[in-house]
Structures are given as C-alpha cells and as structure tokens.
C-alpha cells in the first residue's frame, strides 16, 4: 500500500450540508486528498468561507447557497456540478439536524420538516447523482452520515432515529442496486461530535471561537458514557469519510461504520464513580 491509495487527485466530490460541522470537514479532508469541491449550503457566509478554504488547500470549488429541504435546490446543484466540473465520483449525503422533542409535542410541520431534511435530501441528491455517475463508466463513492441514533431507541429523537434508520436501510439497498455500476454505498454513523450545531452557532461563518463551552459537568456526562471519555471532532468522520471514497475501501459497500468512541458498542454501559462499567440504575 502507498500514497496512491488514498490520492483523489482529478475526482469531484459533491458534499449536502457542506458549508459547516461535519459536512466541512469531510468535504476538506476530501480535499486533502486532492478531490475538487461542490457542495450545497443554507447559509451564504459559509459558502463563502468554503469558497476561500478548498481554494487554499489548491482545489476547485463550487459552493451553492441552497435549501437541501427542496428537491429542486438539491437537483440544480448536482446538475450545476456536473457542468461545472464535467463529473461527479463521490456524493456525501451530510445534511441533517434536529431538536429533542417529545413524539406526542411534534406537530404534522415538525414531522415533514424532520423528513424533508434528514430523508428526503438525502433521496433527491442520491437519484440526481448516481446518473452522472453512471454515465460516467468510472463507479463512485456514495458516504451519508447518519447517526448512531438510527440503530437504537432515541428518545426525544423519534422522527429523526426514523429517518437516520431509514438511511441506513437505504444504504444496504442500494449497495446491491448500484453495484454493478461500480458505485459503493456505505454510512458513517457519529455520536455527539462538536459542530457549530452543536455547539450554539447557528448563523454566520464557522467560528470555533463562538461556541459554547461544556460545562464540567456536561463534560463529565459525555466522558461517563462514551468509552472514547470525550466528544468527537469533526475531522475524524472526515478521514473516515476519505477512507470510504478512497481505493482502499473498493471492496467495501453496504456497510454502517459508527464513528461514535464506542458508543453503540457500549449499548447502555456507563463508567461509575470508580471508573467501572456498569448498567444503569447501578450508577
């Protein structure tokens, strides 16, 4: 094995959700390895800010401010893509999000929304790219990120767990449907990852130094039940992310990879005040 194995020197990637948390990373990490850049992106700033970032890194770009929530915004900047660069070898299906909420409080609006921003976005990017892909006679890579909380119960998160298993049902089926094509299908899985989401910034360019900080005991909280003691960081999605796109996962499709510290390993086992593991109502 050698440097070529991970080298997307001439490749296009086109990254849903691209412009921050961890559509960002996965589309610079993707970058790294000589990729060029497309990607959608609600807020303008932050396709600016990507803009500058890819450029840097000496790639090409295509930022698109666009809503992922309309199957149309999704279409023309796939389409957009394939114009600008004449290609399209790896789809990343990022966007996502939710708000903890009680099944019985959601309302028929907060059940579409959760549907048209984790599931539907990810359909619409995946029937528009996979023709380009395919007419293009050289495979492809498609990544979507989804959650560990589409293999467990997630209370709180009923519609999005839904969609986010949804997603990952999707991902097996579609694995065996494209792979004649050459077109490999896996899903990243993450846990709590430290995003701007995640972290208060809502609005504007990515900027760490805005984010709120942990207090120690939410930091305690996630070093209990995550093995890894810590939160994730955008950028290890992102390597998995070029693994999964690169020739050394050509035999590797249909698969859900958790990037979570082990947290679905744990399945419910949380460190004690003595540092053991061990089953709530224990602790």
Not at 88 to 113: H, I, M, P, Q, S
Not at 119 to 133: F, G, H, K, Q
Not at 208 to 216: L, V
Request: hydrophobic fraction near 40%; charged fraction near 20%.
């Amino acid at each position: 094995m050698d440097t070529s194995d991970v080298d997307l020197s001439g490749q296009v990637a086109f990254v849903t959700g691209g412009g921050g948390g961890i559509g960002k990373a996965i589309a610079l990490c993707l970058a790294d390895m000589g990729a060029d850049i497309a990607l959608i992106e609600a807020i303008p700033e932050r396709c600016e800010q990507m803009e500058a970032e890819v450029a840097a890194r000496g790639r090409q770009v295509l930022a698109i401010t666009g809503n992922v929530m309309e199957v149309e915004a999704v279409e023309k900047a796939v389409a957009a893509t394939k114009e600008r660069f004449g290609r399209l070898d790896v789809l990343v299906n990022n966007a996502g999000g939710v708000t903890r909420r009680g099944f019985l409080d959601l309302t028929e609006k907060n059940w579409r929304r959760h549907i048209d921003l984790n599931l539907i976005s990810n359909l619409a990017a995946t029937r528009a790219a996979v023709p380009i892909m395919i007419a293009g006679g050289r495979g492809g890579a498609i990544i979507n990120v989804t959650s560990i909380e589409g293999s467990r119960a997630a209370p709180g998160y009923a519609v999005y767990a839904a969609c986010k298993a949804g997603i990952n049902n999707l991902t097996r089926t579609l694995a065996l449907e494209f792979a004649e094509h050459g077109i490999r299908v896996n899903t990243i899985a993450p846990d709590y990852t430290r995003t701007p989401g995640t972290s208060g910034q809502f609005t504007g360019p990515v900027d760490p130094e805005a984010w709120y900080q942990p207090s120690p005991a939410q930091t305690e909280s996630v070093r209990r039940r995550i093995p890894a003691g810590r939160a994730g960081f955008e950028e290890e999605c992102g390597k998995v992310a070029v693994f999964l796109a690169s020739p050394m996962a050509s035999y590797v499709t249909g698969t859900i990879i958790p990037v979570d510290g082990g947290s679905w390993a744990s399945s419910g086992w949380v460190r004690d005040s003595s540092e053991q593991w061990i089953l709530p109502p224990e602790a």
